[in-house]
Antibody, heavy 128, light 111 residues
Framework: QLQLQESGPGLVKPSETLSLTCTVSGGSISSSSYYWGWIRQPPGKGLEWIGKIYYSGNTYYNPSLKSRVTISIDTSKNQFSLKLGSVTAADTAVYYC????????????????????WGQGTLVTVSS | QSVLTQPPSVSGAPGQRVTISCTGSSSDIGAGYDVHWYQQLPGTAPKLLIFGNINRPSGVPDRFSGSKSGTSASLAITGLQVEDEADYYCQSYDSSLSGSVFGGGTKLTVL
């Protein structure tokens, strides 16, 4: 059974860089059928897509965060990572890593990929 | 402000049927992109509930169903149970953003 686990500091100072890693077990991160993504949820608020990466290294980011975000992948470790720079209190949130399926029911590639497996999430607080 | 619009809350009594709407635009749902639904129980990560507008992953009860028409989609829950009390989110793809978009979420209260 696929499992995803986020790890990284729970407290980051304003203007610094938030760094998180997602470790994938029970499946290969190098599968051509999936993207690997990050989503965040500020306390008491809704979900926000941050970005996603393909095993080849191709990345796609939310335009509202693109200037501050870098997502990378390490297939040898079955891990992918998130870096968010110049953080402020508004970046305080639970950060989730997730797998996105690229294929619909018929097996055809779809643009509207969906998050079929999620990590438990990790709370990152931005505060001095 | 979310790209997809959902009602902030809905409620129903045990055994009843409720629906949650998700309204988008011509660059997302209206462009033909699939809609997916997630259930988030208190204090837990979201869980995939419906994918590809109408499909249930293995293990999701058939009390949950999805539909899509034009620029909107809906999630229906029949035979409401107390354990259905959760936040529900719709998600699709937006061509103008070239990425995933979520609804603002709907809190379901089972009275």
């Amino acid at each position: 059974q696929l499992q995803l686990q986020e790890s990284g500091p729970g407290l980051v100072k304003p203007s610094e860089t938030l760094s998180l890693t997602c470790t994938v077990s029970g499946g290969s991160i190098s599968s051509s059928s999936y993207y690997w993504g990050w989503i965040r949820q500020p306390p008491g608020k809704g979900l926000e897509w941050i970005g996603k990466i393909y095993y080849s290294g191709n990345t796609y980011y939310n335009p509202s965060l693109k200037s501050r975000v870098t997502i990378s992948i390490d297939t040898s470790k079955n891990q992918f990572s998130l870096k968010l720079g110049s953080v402020t209190a508004a970046d305080t949130a639970v950060y989730y890593c997730a797998r996105l399926s690229r294929r619909g029911v018929s097996g055809v590639l779809i643009l509207a990929s969906y998050f079929d497996s999620w990590g438990q999430g990790t709370l990152v607080t931005v505060s001095s | 402000q979310s790209v997809l619009t959902q009602p902030p809350s809905v409620s129903g009594a045990p055994g009843q049927r409720v629906t949650i709407s998700c309204t988008g635009s011509s660059s997302d749902i209206g462009a033909g992109y699939d809609v997916h639904w997630y259930q988030q129980l208190p204090g837990t990560a979201p869980k995939l509930l419906i994918f590809g507008n109408i499909n249930r992953p293995s293990g999701v009860p058939d009390r949950f169903s999805g539909s899509k028409s034009g620029t909107s989609a809906s999630l229906a829950i029949t035979g409401l149970q107390v354990e259905d009390e959760a936040d529900y989110y719709c998600q699709s793809y937006d061509s103008s953003l070239s990425g995933s978009v979520f609804g603002g979420g709907t809190k379901l209260t089972v009275l």
